[in-house]
């Protein structure tokens, strides 16, 4: 990924999730999805057209984002999963 001033960060999987096939990064990477939308939650609702939606989404801006603004994306996907993964395992129990 690259970020404003020409900083890039790699995204890579752990060995464990290579073993499963990546399928631990494509769940998280739904995170991240959602922590992103989240961010831009309030220009994305301000948006009144498809197309405009579109626009945005492909052209995020996220030019100026520092290795900072990444890794608190990331961590903010990781609260989000965690929460998740605690609910379904609280959901199981009382089955």
């Given at each position: 990924?690259?970020l404003g001033?020409?900083?890039t960060?790699a995204?890579?999987g752990?060995?464990a ?5 990546g399928n631990?990064f494509?769940?998280f ?10 961010r831009?939650?309030?220009q ?9 939606l579109l626009r945005f989404l492909?052209n995020?801006?996220t030019?100026?984002w520092?290795?900072k ?17 605690t609910r379904d395992k609280q ?5």
């Amino acid at each position: 990924m690259l970020l404003g001033g020409g900083q890039t960060v790699a995204a890579a999987g752990t060995s464990a999730e290579a073993g499963r096939g990546g399928n631990a990064f494509v769940s998280f990477f739904v995170y991240v999805c959602v922590a992103l939308l989240l961010r831009f939650r309030s220009q994305i609702l301000a948006l009144n057209s498809p197309d405009l939606l579109l626009r945005f989404l492909q052209n995020l801006p996220t030019t100026d984002w520092t290795v900072k603004d990444v890794e608190m994306l990331a961590s903010q996907a990781y609260v989000y999963q965690s929460m998740i993964q605690t609910r379904d395992k609280q959901s199981i129990l009382q089955r």
